[in-house]
């Protein structure tokens, strides 16, 4: 018996092997170059069922919890036929959605469940990519020309679907054009903290959507969002025939509703942990952005980087973009003066009021109604006013001055 103990136990060590191989990590591959969303969503699963175990697979999976969230988003406003107002000042309604014929009728409801369901799976990408060691070795390869998320819930990944394809439509041809065959970046741990920072980032705007009750806005001027969606100024107010397809600028009608939607932003305050929790993802967006930068300059390999630090020499083949100490030194230096703002050191100015500044830390925390005009002319600011340091337009120029002829804001959108 004890013979017979012995030999199943050696069988059981000489079968471990075999079942590591059978174990081994599944390919990233599979995830970033699926041509189907069911495809993706299969590689998306395996990769997370081995996250706990495999940085590598955190890191894949997180960055695909990402994309998913875009595809959220996309998804909901395709199924009742957005039309993208291709404005910045609406940045969460730039995503370049396709023409839906037969759009769903959409209620304020579901535009919050959409919200909702979108802000959820950043949360659950951020926490995946926070779950990646710091001294994880990563080097993943990615092609941004085969990378892509379904626009048009038609369970297909199309070349028009692309990542690159995506931010040409965002940057409205700010994205350098090139021949390449291929868009590839190695992708390391640097870029994972950069990613974590874009989900944070967009989990403040969505939650501070979601801290207010903007049906009146909804009820109002969605219309131009949503031009055949049944919402309930549409009979009144849609051209006959749709007006899709023009920008804000381009289109009488369009131009008029934006201004009902900005005279329409007061919005009162239902779930105010979300505005505060906007404030603490913006923090922790800063706080990554700083380990990122620590990492990349940390580094000393120069292999197709998303993000080259000074020590790394060549334009990023997408932007066309080189980054020197200069513009490093720069950006740490936005870092603080955001993050002195968002925690009340620093007050920011209001051009009518000279000697008292606003509290940013205190208008998330201790949040009151959000009216836009209000807040530009002064009485909605009011509350928050104090007197201390204040920002001065010197101080920010300073800052801008270090980015040249491309600019603060190209830079900061690339940086995060």
Avoid: C
């Avoid at 002064?378 to 101080?395: F, N, V």
Wanted: hydrophobic share 45%; proline share 6%; no cysteine.
């Amino acid at each position: 018996m004890k013979r017979l103990s012995r030999l199943v136990v050696s069988a059981v060590f000489l079968l471990l092997p075999l079942a590591s191989a059978s174990a081994a990590a599944p390919d990233p591959a599979a995830l970033f170059e699926a041509r189907t969303v069911a495809d993706r969503d299969g590689a998306l699963a395996a990769l997370e069922a081995a996250a706990a175990s495999d940085p590598a697979s955190a890191y894949a999976a997180g960055a695909g919890e990402f994309f998913t969230a875009l595809e959220i988003l996309a998804g909901g406003l395709h199924r009742h036929g957005f039309d993208s107002p291709q404005s910045f000042m609406l940045p969460l309604m730039r995503l370049p959605v396709p023409d839906n014929p037969n759009p769903e009728p959409l209620t304020y409801e579901q535009f919050r469940a959409i919200l909702t369901a979108f802000r959820d799976r950043l949360e659950k990408s951020a926490a995946t990519l926070g779950s990646v060691p710091a001294d994880a070795d990563i080097g993943m390869v990615i092609d941004l020309g085969r990378l892509g998320i379904d626009l048009n819930e038609d369970g297909q990944i199309a070349p028009d679907e692309s990542a690159v394809a995506i931010m040409a439509a965002l940057s409205r041809g700010s994205v350098q054009d090139t021949a390449a065959p291929t868009l590839a970046f190695r992708f390391d741990r640097a870029d994972g903290y950069w990613l974590r920072g874009y989900a944070e980032f967009l989990m403040a705007q969505a939650d501070f959507w979601l801290a207010h009750d903007f049906k009146n806005t909804f009820d109002g001027s969605f219309h131009m969002l949503f031009p055949r969606a049944k919402l309930p100024l549409q009979d009144t107010l849609v051209p006959l025939d749709g007006g899709m397809n023009g920008s804000i600028f381009s289109s009488e009608w369009r131009f008029a509703d934006f201004i009902s939607l900005v005279h329409l932003i007061n919005w009162p305050v239902v779930e105010p942990e979300r505005r505060q929790a906007a404030r603490r993802h913006l923090i922790e967006m800063i706080r990554l952005s700083r380990e990122d930068w620590k990492a990349i300059r940390a580094e000393t390999d120069n292999d197709r980087e998303w993000l080259p630090g000074p020590q790394q020499k060549g334009a990023n083949l997408l932007t066309g973009l080189e980054v020197g100490e200069e513009q490093v030194q720069a950006w740490l230096a936005a870092l603080t003066m955001a993050e002195d703002l968002l925690e009340g050191r620093t007050l920011l100015p209001h051009f009518r009021i000279a000697d008292k500044g606003i509290n940013m830390k205190r208008f998330f925390d201790e949040p009151k109604p959000f009216d836009l005009v209000l807040s530009i002319t002064g009485p909605a600011i009011a509350p928050y006013l104090e007197s201390g340091k204040i920002l001065t337009g010197e101080e920010f120029d300073q800052i801008q001055r270090q980015f040249g002829g491309a600019g603060f804001l190209t830079f900061a959108l690339w940086f995060n």
